[in-house]
């Protein structure tokens, strides 16, 4: 039978190699659970720290939209099938709030909800992401409107005259 020599040198070389590249590294995220679902909405409990808007995503990897912050539990929209969610499923706060592209990336492209391309054109490119929810500018910081858009439809831009801007 061979004897297998392997010198106290050669193991330390290996075992510093292999952790040359090794970061540590933490993740904490807060867990909740589906405590009721019906109707698109599914109840949450666990997520004390979660915030209006914020996106949540359940174990079956589905996003749901925090809207109704009660003390006790999270009333969240469901954004796509809602039949694949069920009691006692696992809900991770994600900490990022609903946010759409914007940009010239974005002219004549076809998104879903979450700003996600869906014409098949593949992805968005040079646009950027900005919250859904923002407060909009002030009635004088805006540039007034000048010129009226229409709708190509008569009785529209005859009854209700919109302008552009």
Known sequence: ?????????????AISKNLEGYEPSLEARTVGRVVEVGDGIARVSGLPDA?????LEFENGTVG????????SIGAVVLGESDEIEEGQT???????????????VLGRVVN???????GRGELVGSQLRRMEIRAPGIMGRKP?????????????AMTPIGRG
């Open 113 to 119: 909800a979450l700003g996600e391309p869906v014409d």
């Open 145 to 157: 409107v000048h010129e009226p858009l229409q709708t190509g439809i008569k009785a529209i831009d």
């Open 91 to 105: 809900v991770k706060a994600t900490g990022r709030i609903l946010s759409i592209p914007v940009g010239d990336g």
């Open 65 to 72: 939209l925090a809207l109704n912050l009660d003390e006790s």
């Open 1 to 13: 039978m061979a004897e297998l020599t392997i010198s106290a040198s050669d193991i330390a070389q």
């Open 51 to 55: 915030a209006v808007n914020e996106l």
